[in-house]
């Protein structure tokens, strides 16, 4: 009979779940976050779980493993996750989730890490960094994460390799959220995007992208409406992602100047919303940068778009 | 009896050779470049070898092996270096070094490498780098290189990783020797100080650095010349100081939020010259743009200082 795997991207907002049999997604599923509380998201996790298996028309008996992408501090060995600020339940000290998820389903085996070193996981593995063994993947969502891949290894480093979304790609320009100015995440990260926005509107800059998201029935500006107000050409938008892909361009081609990578894999809620036109633009724009351009390395959209997470955890649990 | 090994490190203006027996340096020899041709600068390196070895109280005989660390385009396999600007007759086509000093000496095995990749390898087996495996190495001399060991590899990438001068730390800054704008070495490459300070000086900022430069009888500002005025309180050589504190700060920051490394080591001949001073300047001015502020590397002075690429050759050579 072959293998079951589970993979499960925990996010603030939802749950994503497939499951994977041969390397292949048979099932998935996706929830919101509850925000009751640690037990709340621990139980949807394993109904999510549970719901990719019956989408699978599979059987909980036969699953072999999870494995779980989270955001904040990871205690692989213990199974814990703390410190996730977006997550209900798990801002402060650490929740075995692991062990937990384990009980409910049987005992099987679950592993844990990273939410974005999943993610790069999962491109790596099974998505549009197959071919390389040298890659970087960036995640253009509400921040902007991102995670190496060097000579055929996940890099670690101490804990925190990856970070191109704290790139300083002009000292003392916008404030980000880590409390630094002038991060690459203060002009592509759709946070940031969002309050450069309301923060021109107040100064008697217009823009119609809050009328796109009132529209869209949000009290945020989400990528959807980011992609919207820049189809009807709203001025506002089109500097605020011209800014995005200057500062993404520029912290790319320094890594790659740095590194000599083979790939760069562009996604995230924003940048696959935004797509193939908006990584060629990253693209062109770190052309200029870099320090070998007749070599430059490919750029590309992720392959699994938003399931690369969840991909990639099922990865992690042997999927 | 035990294995010798030679090292040279090929200059534009000098050749650096040292002589190791059981991984300590038991002799060496510089010597000024010849400015005559290829030919020339090979009888050179073979005479520093031997001058080496004389040096140790050795014989030619009881050789091992050879390493060079050489600028421009080096084919290891077949022995040669082309495309180097700076050194005389190596300018062009790929000539066949190894295979010339191989017979020049008996036949003794020649291995070639960049000279940056070698320093960076020689302060990572035998200098400040001993305890770590993943380090960066910076080497502020005429220009800015680097070198990155990932994992206790010598990263290679497609053949250009390392480049850490050619970071943009300013988008549309101070022109850099590449035809760049705004990269690292145009900040803390000697040759873009010298060049600033004479642009300076030409629009009526007056410096003390061409003086001390002529005091020196030179016709360049060497790093001496810059330690020597920034001594003397020089206002634009500590404006030019500080902004290379600046970019260095800036870029390795950005290296390490990227790759969460272990050590930076902190070389070449301005680096050298202003020693750990300098170093813990750029420590400071990086530790406010870290991501990890709580965990950040250390900051080294090389241990070898100029002998860092002729000890790294002959650890290439197996020394």
């Not at 293998?3 to 925990?10: E, H, I, M, P, S």
């Given at each position: 009979m072959p293998?079951?795997?589970?993979?499960?991207?925990?996010g603030g907002t939802k749950i994503q779940t497939v499951l994977l049999r041969d390397q292949q997604v048979v099932g998935s599923a996706r929830m919101l976050t509850p925000q009751t509380g640690a037990d709340a998201v621990i139980a949807a996790i394993v109904d999510?779980?549970?719901a990719s298996i019956a989408a699978a028309g599979a059987r909980t008996a036969g699953l072999a493993a999870i494995g779980v992408g989270?955001?904040?501090t990871i205690d692989a060995e213990a199974g814990s996750v703390g410190h996730s600020p977006n997550v209900p339940g798990f801002e402060g000290d650490p929740v075995l989730v692991g062990p937990a998820i384990s009980r409910a389903l049987g005992g099987v085996e679950v592993k844990l890490d990273n939410d974005v070193r999943v993610a790069v996981l999962g491109e790596w593995k099974r998505g549009a960094g197959r071919p390389y063994?040298?890659?970087?993947?960036?995640?253009v969502g509400t921040g902007v994460g991102g995670g190496l891949v060097l000579g055929g290894e996940l890099r670690e480093g101490m804990g925190a390799a990856g970070e191109i979304g704290h790139t300083i790609v002009k000292d003392g320009g916008r404030r980000c959220g880590c409390g630094r100015r002038g991060c690459v995440e203060a002009y592509a990260g759709r946070a940031r995007i969002e309050a450069t926005a309301r923060s021109w509107d107040r100064r008697g800059r217009p823009t119609k992208l809050f009328d796109v998201m009132r529209k869209r029935g949000r009290d945020r500006v989400t990528s959807g409406a980011i992609a919207e107000a820049l189809q009807r050409r709203d001025e506002v938008t089109i500097q605020l992602v011209d800014d995005a892909v200057w500062a993404l361009g520029l912290a790319l081609a320094n890594a790659q100047n740095l590194l000599d990578l083979e790939a760069i894999i562009v996604g995230g809620g924003l940048g696959d919303r935004l797509g193939q036109p908006f990584v060629q633009r990253v693209e062109r724009r770190a052309s200029r940068y870099l320090h070998v351009p007749e070599r430059p390395p490919r750029f590309l959209p992720t392959e699994l778009g938003d399931l690369s997470g969840a991909v990639g955890a099922a990865v992690l649990a042997g999927g």
């Open positions: 293998r079951l795997t589970a993979g499960v991207d925990l999510s779980v549970k989270s955001p904040g063994h040298d890659l970087l993947g960036v995640f």
